[in-house]
């Protein structure tokens, strides 16, 4: 599977650079590379091959337009197309546009003498160069000027420290030589200063306040095919798990905003640092279950933790010996929970034996309340009668008489069989309802008695997953 996800990924890569020319704005990929790149993979590659390493092709073509310096989001539809998105607001979208008209014209039609060197670390582009340009793009002249200093730095890959800046209509750079450049992350500067509040609220709109089962689902399908242990070893995992925990964010995020938003990578970060701990827990999980059953790999996998130190507090035989005990434990529950899926069909069953009872009972009133407006009154005048004083007797009643006898007897009749039916009904549900308490109880016992075993467990799983992150195991 690895040889064949770093095939897809070098012929994505080859195509880009054969084909894609420099100054290509990347959200045009959709109208003029996609059928193209989608037919030389399915020349190359079965339907299967290709869904196991989509991402493969995400990854070539994050990394390839990511060496023009923008972020991009990669988007497949069902008829296997490619959409390419770029992570920014419609201004700087447009200015990204700029930028590349720029950096074409200066690769195409001045490389040979672009950049002018005017001393050590002092570098000029002439005027000469630069209007023609101005001309060509047709731009506000503040937009311009912005669009070609990003431009330029991007050519000669600047730093922050480096300079540029316009004297007379010429760009002059200046170089700030470092011995290191050292890069610092934190949480504030990656929120770039939005308020985490802005990304709560969005939370809980877009995902009802919990995300997790979504997650959950997305990260079972991570690791059943780029990161499944059966296949990767721990190096690769190492190197790539984080990227592939964004790739999961990202498409859960983007998958649910139609409009562009610049703020939007940062609202993948704050879930990515928000569900991070989750996210690689769930890995160490997924980790052990297959390592129990011994499946490709991954016992070879988690073995290679144990030799971290001389007496760690877990090692590949304890955890599996605890996620024996919880496989046992999930599998119990899961019997409990199917005995309770059951018992709740019956009770939907029994609710619409209810609903017809009240059907039958409904129209049986309507016949009783028709008869009762017509007949009964004869009835009442029958039974008051000195010949049927102790009840009418059928032998003194004329043919409508009788009728309406047999008429009144077999509502009667309807009534009392409608009367056990309900009663038939209210003893099945009592029934039902006793089973379902029996059930939930069940599985409150059994969590009860295995909370010491499974504290046990995430204890475990916490320090296997600090283990798979940690670059010094």
Not at 299 to 311: A, C, H, P, Q, V
């Amino acid at each position: 599977m690895l040889e064949t996800s770093r095939l897809i990924y070098d012929t994505t890569i080859s195509f880009l650079n054969e084909y894609v020319p420099t100054g290509f704005y990347a959200e045009d990929f959709l109208d003029t590379y996609s059928d193209q790149l989608t037919s030389l993979l399915h020349e190359k590659f079965t339907s299967d091959m290709l869904i196991e390493s989509k991402e493969m092709v995400r990854r070539a073509l994050k990394e390839y337009f990511g060496e023009h310096h923008y972020e991009i989001l990669v988007v497949f539809h069902k008829n296997n197309r490619i959409m390419i998105r770029e992570k920014a607001s419609l201004e700087q979208k447009a200015k990204s546009r700029i930028v590349l008209k720029i950096i074409e014209r200066l690769l195409v039609d001045h490389n040979d003498i672009f950049p002018k060197t005017l001393g050590e670390g002092v570098f000029v582009l002439e005027s000469a160069i630069i209007e023609p340009i101005r001309e060509i793009i047709a731009s506000e002249d503040d937009i311009f000027i912005d669009s070609l200093k990003t431009a330029v730095r991007r050519i000669m890959s600047l730093h922050d420290r480096d300079a540029t800046f316009i004297i007379q209509n010429r760009l002059y750079i200046k170089k700030f030589i470092l011995p290191e450049v050292v890069k610092q992350k934190n949480i504030n500067r990656r929120l770039d200063g939005f308020d985490p509040i802005i990304f709560k609220n969005l939370k809980e709109k877009y995902f009802k306040y919990d995300i997790k089962k979504e997650l959950h689902l997305r990260l079972d399908y991570l690791f059943s095919r780029e990161l499944n242990f059966k296949t990767v070893d721990n190096q690769y995992f190492y190197e790539n798990y984080l990227r592939y925990f964004q790739y999961t964010i990202e498409d859960m995020v983007y998958h649910k905003f139609k409009e562009d938003n610049a703020a939007l990578i940062y609202f993948v970060n704050y879930l990515l640092r928000e569900n991070f701990d989750e996210m690689i827990v769930y890995a160490a999980s997924k980790l052990a279950t297959l390592a129990t059953n011994n499946e490709g790999n991954s016992k070879t996998f988690l073995g290679y933790y144990d030799k971290i130190s001389e007496n760690p507090p877990y090692n590949s035989e304890v955890i599996l010996e605890l996620a024996l005990e919880q496989d046992r434990f999930e599998e119990e529950i899961q019997s409990y929970n199917a005995a309770i899926a059951r018992i709740k069909l019956d009770v939907k069953s029994n609710s619409r034996k209810k609903d017809t009872l009240l059907e039958e009972q409904e129209k049986h009133l309507i016949e009783i309340n028709e008869f009762q407006k017509t007949s009964q009154a004869i009835l009442n005048t029958l039974k008051n009668n000195d010949i049927h004083k102790n009840g009418i007797n059928r032998r003194f009643l004329n043919e409508r008489e009788l009728k309406l006898v047999d008429q009144k007897e077999n509502l009667d009749k309807i009534t009392e069989q409608l009367n056990k039916k309900v009663l038939v009904y209210k003893q099945e549900r009592q029934n039902l309802d006793k089973k379902l308490s029996i059930e939930n109880q069940n599985i409150k016992d059994a969590q009860k008695s295995f909370e010491p075993i499974q504290s046990k467990y995430l204890k475990a799983m916490n320090w296997l997953a600090r283990a798979m992150v940690n670059k010094n195991f």
